[in-house]
């Protein structure tokens, strides 16, 4: 199993930004995929699951703000992310079985 994150970045309050999971090494469409975040001296938070149906579950921090999707034909789970604030400051993991990947920086900050 392989997940590489990418997309994130600075961004300043209210702004927007679109992550970004490449897997490969297992049969992604049948896979639930997950997005979590871990913010500077804090542990690891669930963000929002996707499961092989499209349906979709979102945690309460983001909830309303994020949307989560799936791209089959390209082995890609993408996280867009809206409104950020400077509490969302984290680097956001993709999961899935067990693993994650590397993580991408997301900087909330004017």
């Known amino acids: 199993v392989q997940l590489v994150e990418s997309g994130g970045g600075l961004v300043q309050p209210g702004g927007s930004l679109r992550l970004s999971c490449v897997a490969s090494?297992?049969?992604?469409?049948?896979?639930?995929m997950s997005w979590a975040r871990q913010a500077p001296g804090k542990g690891l938070e669930w963000v929002s699951n996707?499961?092989?149906?499209?349906?979709?579950l979102y945690g309460d921090s983001m909830k309303g703000r994020v949307t989560i999707s799936r791209d089959n034909a390209k082995n890609t789970v993408y996280l867009q992310m809206n409104s950020l604030k400077p509490e969302d400051t984290a680097v956001y993991y993709c999961?899935?079985?067990?693993?994650r990947g590397q993580g991408t920086q997301v900087t909330v900050s004017s």
């Open positions: 090494g297992f049969t992604f469409s049948t896979s639930t």
């Open positions: 996707i499961y092989s149906d499209g349906t979709r």
């Open positions: 999961r899935t079985r067990g693993t």
